[in-house]
């Protein structure tokens, strides 16, 4: 998909100032708001995008130079307007004294163009961070975390009436699960149609509320999550676990968004697939090669030092390194270090000497 020229669709060159970039979406937005002779709830969308971009100067700075915004580490949510699809904020409209100017645009990009009823409600998404050891990263681990959360109730599974009752019409819709309202704007009176608050959408009331949520099909608990840590992951990723965020009375629960943190190791480093490790070995034993005993996350293993090793020169160690799946895994290179005596015996200067006239 081409990337879209926000300045093209605002009708403004690329060194337009703020006050010329809202004249021209307030050009935009009054021409194609969905409820005008003239409206296109696309045009009116694809606008209110290039302007949320553009009045910012954060992402209007990351716009230029990149061609796309980075706010909200998850990326774009549902319909490309940011994160979990809720929208930019319009608060700046009623600060600039547009009256319910910006309550009316949240309504529609919550699904409201055209006269149709929202979509369903999403509950809210929750952040944590979690830290593990290097180990536990190369080969994976799972943790249980307890997270205090809205969550939907286990007693009514949600329906906010007490098991056994039964259900009614509701009264404030009359069983059409939706309402009427009439929103005075900067446009002029917009009459829009919205899910009732009462049941949700439903048209339904419990005759009995639910003792253990009052009704609400939702309340505040403690729950333990469970949190698999694949092997091999990276310090600063993130795990999302779908729908493990809170939950809201009649829509789906958000998202519970992990970030990984990975303790640093002493004596290893990760290199993609592959661990590295340094080790010392004696002048003697490089010239003259033997056995040294390595530490691998496995455990000890004996590696064979070539005689004549360089200083700086790698060794391989196959398969102790990250596993891949399938059974397989990186290796472990060992860099070896040539460690040079500090001082030396008479008798050691003498073989050393001799080595000289050998041209060792």
């Given at each position: 998909?081409?990337?879209?020229?926000?300045?093209?669709?605002?009708?403004?060159?690329k060194k337009a100032s703020k006050e010329d970039i809202k004249k021209a979406f307030?050009?935009?937005?009054?021409k194609y708001h969905p409820d005008k002779s003239t409206g296109d709830a696309d045009k009116f969308k694809e606008a209110s995008e290039a302007y949320s971009t553009l009045s910012d100067d954060k992402k209007r700075s990351e716009y230029d130079s990149y061609g796309r915004t980075f706010a909200g580490d998850a990326g774009p949510g549902p319909g490309g307007f940011g994160f979990n699809g809720q929208g930019f904020d319009f608060s700046q409209f009623q600060q600039q004294g547009f009256g319910g100017f910006g309550d009316i645009f949240n309504d529609i990009f919550n699904g409201q163009m055209g006269g149709n009823p929202r979509g369903a409600a999403r509950g809210r998404d929750i952040?944590?961070?979690?830290?593990?050891?290097?180990?536990?990263?190369?080969?994976?681990?799972?943790?249980?975390?307890?997270l205090a959360k809205t969550a939907q109730c286990e007693t009514c599974h949600g329906s906010g009436a007490q098991p056994g009752t039964s259900m009614e019409t509701c009264t404030h819709c009359n069983g059409a699960g939706k309402i009427h309202q009439t929103t005075n704007s900067f446009f002029g009176a917009i009459t829009m149609e919205q899910v009732c608050g009462h049941c949700r959408g439903t048209g339904k009331m419990?005759?009995?509320?639910?003792?253990?949520?009052?009704?609400?099909?939702?309340?505040?608990?403690?729950?333990?999550?469970?949190?698999?840590i694949p092997a091999g992951?990276?310090?600063?990723?993130m795990i999302r676990l779908s729908g493990a965020g809170e939950a809201v009375a009649g829509g789906t629960s958000g998202d519970l968004y992990v970030k990984v943190h990975?303790?640093?190791?002493?004596?290893?480093?990760?290199?993609?697939?592959?661990?590295?490790?340094?080790?010392?070995?004696k002048l003697s034993d490089a010239l003259l090669g033997t056995e040294y005993k390595v530490e691998t996350l496995d455990g000890d293993e004996m590696l064979?030092?070539?005689?004549?090793?360089?200083?700086?020169?790698?060794?391989?160690?196959?398969?102790?390194?990250?596993?891949?799946?399938?059974?397989?895994?990186?290796?472990?290179?060992?860099?070896?270090?040539?460690?040079?005596?500090?001082?030396?015996?008479?008798?050691?200067?003498?073989?050393?000497?001799?080595?000289?006239?050998?041209?060792?």
């Amino acid at each position: 998909m081409a990337q879209k020229n926000y300045y093209e669709i605002l009708g403004v060159d690329k060194k337009a100032s703020k006050e010329d970039i809202k004249k021209a979406f307030h050009k935009l937005a009054h021409k194609y708001h969905p409820d005008k002779s003239t409206g296109d709830a696309d045009k009116f969308k694809e606008a209110s995008e290039a302007y949320s971009t553009l009045s910012d100067d954060k992402k209007r700075s990351e716009y230029d130079s990149y061609g796309r915004t980075f706010a909200g580490d998850a990326g774009p949510g549902p319909g490309g307007f940011g994160f979990n699809g809720q929208g930019f904020d319009f608060s700046q409209f009623q600060q600039q004294g547009f009256g319910g100017f910006g309550d009316i645009f949240n309504d529609i990009f919550n699904g409201q163009m055209g006269g149709n009823p929202r979509g369903a409600a999403r509950g809210r998404d929750i952040s944590i961070d979690i830290e593990v050891s290097f180990k536990e990263s190369i080969f994976g681990t799972t943790r249980r975390v307890l997270l205090a959360k809205t969550a939907q109730c286990e007693t009514c599974h949600g329906s906010g009436a007490q098991p056994g009752t039964s259900m009614e019409t509701c009264t404030h819709c009359n069983g059409a699960g939706k309402i009427h309202q009439t929103t005075n704007s900067f446009f002029g009176a917009i009459t829009m149609e919205q899910v009732c608050g009462h049941c949700r959408g439903t048209g339904k009331m419990p005759k009995e509320k639910c003792k253990t949520c009052k009704g609400d099909g939702v309340y505040r608990k403690q729950e333990e999550i469970e949190i698999n840590i694949p092997a091999g992951i990276e310090g600063g990723e993130m795990i999302r676990l779908s729908g493990a965020g809170e939950a809201v009375a009649g829509g789906t629960s958000g998202d519970l968004y992990v970030k990984v943190h990975v303790q640093a190791d002493k004596r290893f480093r990760k290199d993609g697939a592959n661990l590295v490790t340094d080790l010392s070995v004696k002048l003697s034993d490089a010239l003259l090669g033997t056995e040294y005993k390595v530490e691998t996350l496995d455990g000890d293993e004996m590696l064979s030092i070539p005689a004549g090793v360089s200083h700086g020169e790698t060794l391989r160690v196959k398969n102790k390194g990250v596993p891949m799946g399938r059974g397989k895994r990186g290796d472990l290179f060992v860099k070896v270090s040539i460690t040079l005596p500090q001082k030396l015996s008479k008798e050691a200067k003498k073989l050393i000497e001799q080595l000289k006239e050998e041209g060792v």
